[in-house]
């Protein structure tokens, strides 16, 4: 069974900053691309980052120099550091793996609001 488990959600201030977390399990996590996507309330779910089996990351431009992605195949979990938080950046974060098939996790809310 596929589980990935999204922590680091929460409340923070603008230009705050917050780790998320995802953990993998029930999959060969190093096999396996890893993505970000996130959705605010009313609008589709866009991809914020990802990265590669091989460690190649890519970023959506509105969060570029701000966010960082990474993974520990140790631990079958990617990371999404996110630092100069904007209320634009508000939204449910999403973990994402791909390796043919797809699996998401449920979700952590982010809100930034002073």
């Known amino acids: 069974q596929v589980q990935l488990v999204e922590s680091g959600g929460g409340l923070v201030q603008p230009g705050g900053s917050l780790r998320l977390s995802c953990a993998a399990s029930g999959i060969t996590f190093s096999r396996y691309a890893m993505m970000w996507y996130r959705q605010a309330p009313g609008k589709q779910r866009d991809l914020v980052a990802s990265?590669?089996?091989?460690?190649?990351?890519t970023y959506t431009d509105s969060v570029k120099g701000r966010f960082t992605i990474s993974r520990d195949n140790a631990k079958n979990t990617v990371y999404l550091q996110m630092g100069s938080l904007k209320p634009e950046d508000t939204a449910v974060y999403y973990c994402?793996?791909?390796?043919?098939?797809?699996?998401w996790g449920q979700g952590t809310q982010v809100t930034v609001s002073s």
């Open positions: 994402h793996a791909r390796f043919g098939l797809n699996y």
């Open positions: 990265i590669t089996s091989f460690g190649t990351t």
